[in-house]
């Protein structure tokens, strides 16, 4: 990773460009105009520590009060840029922390939604099953009819009206059932859990398993997923 450190030219505001993007710390007018628009790059070594290099002739840096050009370095070394010794920090350096958070409960959140809602569709589906019984029973009962004696002409009419009671108990549990209603409560439930322990981000309708296999931080925040 290389970070290169400098002056932004408009706001004189440290400008820090890490992998390609800039960011600017400090108040406006706060970086010394001895301080070049590209001062100096940091780069890390094999050994965990840094390298810090002038990225131009004319600009001077100091670590530990000495001038360098290039020089290893760790983060209880002083530097300094310009003339003038505007001390660079090493919070800068190292960018903002990144946060860990732990999103393996929400995989409980997301299979307890999945399951629930299965149930109610499954009730559901029974409820239209029960509903269809007289239609597929009144075909069997005419072919039944031609091929039975008249004496069982009873026995036709008796499951005739068990079919019937059946038919209009499954009315009875379609007309009477609040699976539109739990379905709304089971996603605003979803939508108060299912979300970014750090932030609070819903992930939506995104399954638990896609969800840590096509990401790993939150858009968002920017927190790591611990999973």
Known sequence: ???????????????????????????????????SRQHVSLCTTENNKWEIRNLNDKNVTYVNGVAIEKKEISESDRIELGASHYMLSWEIIRGPKVETVDIRPLKRVWENYKEATREIED?????????????????????????????????LISLSVIALLVFLYGLYKRMTDNGREEKEELVRELQDKYVCPKCGRY??????????????????CKAKYKV
């Open 203 to 220: 992930f939506g309708s995104v399954e638990y398993e896609t969800l840590i296999r096509q990401t790993f931080a939150c858009p968002k």
């Open 123 to 155: 009730r559901q589906k029974y409820s239209g099953i029960l509903c269809s019984v007289p239609m597929g029973f009144s075909m069997l009962s005419a072919v039944l009819a031609r091929l039975l004696p008249p004496e069982f002409s009873s026995l």
């Open 1 to 35: 990773m290389e970070i290169i450190i400098g002056r932004e030219q408009h706001s004189r505001k440290l400008s820090v460009i890490r992998d390609g993007k800039q960011t600017l710390a400090g108040m406006p007018g706060s970086v010394p105009m001895d301080v």
